[in-house]
């Protein structure tokens, strides 16, 4: 269950917090709806739980709050918007991603497509999938996981009403075998529609907490449901008595031979009817002012699921299997078919009943009366229109994962590779490099002027930066994009944490990614020189071990000042930023301090560096840690030294500050 205590966000400038003192439950069980129109803070509310926000409150999923969680995707799943992946990004390729985040089984992927109905897109691009399809993969990734606890802001916003239908029987289905599920909306009907208990929001304060039949019945309009062949007829007969009666009356006609009845009664409208010889064919109080249900016909009679699903969908449509395979094994034992779970969480008889009752759109059951009469026998209560429903009639949830994974140190870095590789983002960047350096060398060495190092790594005096290196700063920058660009990941703290585990991987492969780029970009460089002018230019340098320490360490230095800029800054713009700012701010400044003037230098260092050790270091690495020393003691290398010494020392504080908060 879910329990929000206090929540407050903080106030902006002259105007009230969005937010103000709100506490509320939500069961296990049960679907809980927060309703409120625009600006009331239904999302307010969610980021607070979510810690996407600072305020004031906290927020227990089943007794913890999220930052005490090891795997929160595990216990709460989120959606928050469109599906939170890079436009090009394929969709098993997403999924994939997410499951080697969350330490599931890569064949998780399919089976949550299969159970939604996408296995057939498995290949397409997110940023061609429609409306229905997004949220059909939103709601993949929510369950990828086999979490408790469903947090979903307004997902049914922009659906159609078939697509409606499937996403809140998914829902249905997931309370029912006893998970938790936490929806916003701002359509009232929607609210009575689907959910057990409504949380009512204006203006940032809560204002009802009510069971979904109380909420129907005092903040729901009721009405008197009538069809008849003679609408037109009792319709004129019912306004004609009402003003007879000096009693406030309004009568609707509906689509075909209905007729809505707003203030009065089955009881009175049968007597007129039965008065005047009208025969009527349907007499029954309801609940909302919403007219036939949307998961019916013009006539009252609701169709097939099954039917339903295929004339939306097609081939796509999701398969329905044994409900009792979908059962959750931290809810306990599954519910067969014919049984449902209790908002307690028991299991409870449920025999497969047909729909005898003619339901109005806000699926409240109506109570029917005879033809003619104002009899009312008792009908179904409003709560339990949806927790009634046979097994067979909701949507087949994946199955449980029976075995977790103990944590393993490769689960960040499959991450990563599968962040990096799922788009053509790096083999682009990659590819524009190349041939920018491959251009800029054979222009450098027509002008003629350019040293022959700096020529070999395309580097003209008057830029800060070669172009591989600006590459790689700018790949390193984009390593934290999927996470702080889009929220739902980010309010997965299992999955994209500001932790060591998954800095320590996107550093790794930001330096294999710079290398390759180093190598490729210098190879390329003399391959190019060698076709136009020939073996002269083409010739590696003498002290090409040097060199290329100070080069590789300059390219994998702009790529961690981007990956650790990124990632404190949260902005991919800022990463890219630092990686400029050390050559164009801080090599001057570097350069001043050393060129000033000195006392003493640190010559003869290696010397002095063997005197101090008592052994010989093998394979003369006293010429490898000189070699180290004189990189970090060039302009460009000291001050990327301490710029990466600055962003990580500034990373691990927010870091450990986060953790003690």
């Known amino acids: 269950m879910i329990q929000a205590i206090g929540l407050t966000s903080n106030p902006r400038k002259e105007f009230p917090p969005a937010l103000d003192d709100v506490s509320f439950e939500a069961q296990a069980g049960c679907v809980t709806a927060l309703l409120g129109g625009a600006g009331a803070g239904k999302t307010t509310a969610l980021r607070l739980m979510l810690e996407l926000q600072q305020g004031r409150g906290v927020t227990f999923f089943r007794g913890r709050p999220l930052h005490r969680m090891a795997h929160p995707s595990r216990e709460v799943g989120v959606l928050l918007g469109d599906v939170p992946g890079h436009p090009a990004r394929s969709v098993g390729g997403h999924l994939r991603m997410l499951c080697a985040a969350a330490g599931v089984p890569a064949r998780r992927a399919d089976e949550v497509l299969e159970v939604v109905g996408l296995v057939s897109l498995r290949d397409e691009r997110l940023g061609t999938l429609s409306r229905g399809m997004d949220r059909r ?274 689960r960040p870095l499959r991450y990563e590779l599968r962040r990096a590789l799922g788009v053509g983002t790096g083999f682009v960047t990659a590819g524009v490099v190349l041939v920018v350096s491959a251009l800029t060398a054979v222009v450098l060495a027509r002008i003629g002027h350019t040293p022959h190092a700096r020529l070999l790594a395309a580097w003209p005096r008057e830029l800060p930066l070669p172009p591989a290196a600006l590459g790689a700063g700018l790949l390193g920058a984009i390593a934290f994009g999927d996470e702080f660009r889009h929220l739902a990941l980010a309010a997965d703290r299992g999955t994209v944490p500001r932790r060591l585990g998954l800095l320590a991987a996107k550093l790794l492969v930001a330096s294999a990614t710079a290398l390759v780029l180093a190598v490729l970009t210098v190879g390329c460089n003399i391959e190019v020189l060698y076709l136009v002018y020939g073996r002269e230019l083409a010739e590696v340098p003498a002290d090409w071990l040097a060199l290329s320490a100070s080069w590789i360490g300059l390219v994998v230095g702009c790529s961690w000042a981007g990956v650790l800029a990124a990632g404190l800054f949260r902005s991919t713009t800022a990463g890219l930023a630092a990686v400029v700012t050390v050559p164009v701010v801080v090599v001057p400044l570097v350069q001043k301090v050393l060129e000033g003037p000195s006392v003493r230098t640190a010559a003869g260092f290696p010397l002095r560096l063997r005197e101090v050790l008592l052994s010989q270091w093998p394979f003369g690495g006293e010429r490898y840690l000189a070699a180290v020393a004189r990189v970090v003691g060039q302009p460009v290398g000291g001050a990327m030294t301490l710029s990466l010494a600055a962003l990580l020392c500034a990373y691990l504080f927010t870091t450990l500050r986060s953790r003690v908060r």
């Open 137 to 410: 993969l939103g709601l993949a990734c929510t369950l990828l996981a086999d979490p408790h606890t469903l947090v979903l802001d307004d997902p049914a916003e922009g659906l159609t009403t078939r697509e409606r239908r499937w996403l809140h029987g998914a829902l249905r289905a997931h309370a029912t075998q006893g998970g938790t599920v936490l929806l916003t909306t701002a359509d009232a009907k929607e609210a009575a529609r689907t959910a057990d208990r409504v949380v009512t929001l204006e203006r940032g304060r809560l204002v009802a907490d009510q069971d979904a039949a109380e909420f129907a019945r005092t903040r729901l309009r009721p009405r008197v449901a009538v069809r008849t062949p003679h609408a037109s007829r009792l319709a004129t007969l019912l306004g004609k008595q009402a003003r007879t009666a000096h009693r406030s009356v309004e009568v609707v006609r509906e689509s075909g031979n209905r007729l809505s009845v707003y203030g009065s009664s089955c009881a009175d409208v049968g007597e007129i009817a039965f008065r005047n010889g009208i025969l009527v064919h349907q007499l029954a109080d309801e609940i909302g002012d919403m007219g036939p249900g949307p998961d019916m016909d013009p006539d009252g009679i609701e169709p097939r699921a099954d039917e339903e699903s295929r004339a939306a969908y097609g081939d796509a449509a999701p398969t329905k299997v044994d409900a009792g395979v979908s059962s959750r094994r931290r809810r306990g034992a599954a519910p067969k078919r014919g049984e449902r779970r209790t908002p307690a969480g028991d299991l409870a008889s449920a025999p497969e009943m047909p729909q005898a009752l003619d339901e109005g759109q806000d699926g409240v059951a109506a109570r029917e009366t005879s033809s003619g009469t104002g009899d009312e026998p008792s009908g179904r209560d409003a709560g339990s229109r949806l927790s009634d429903h046979p097994a067979h009639d909701l949507p087949d949830l994946p199955p449980p994962i029976s075995v977790r994974p103990a944590p393993s140190p490769l």
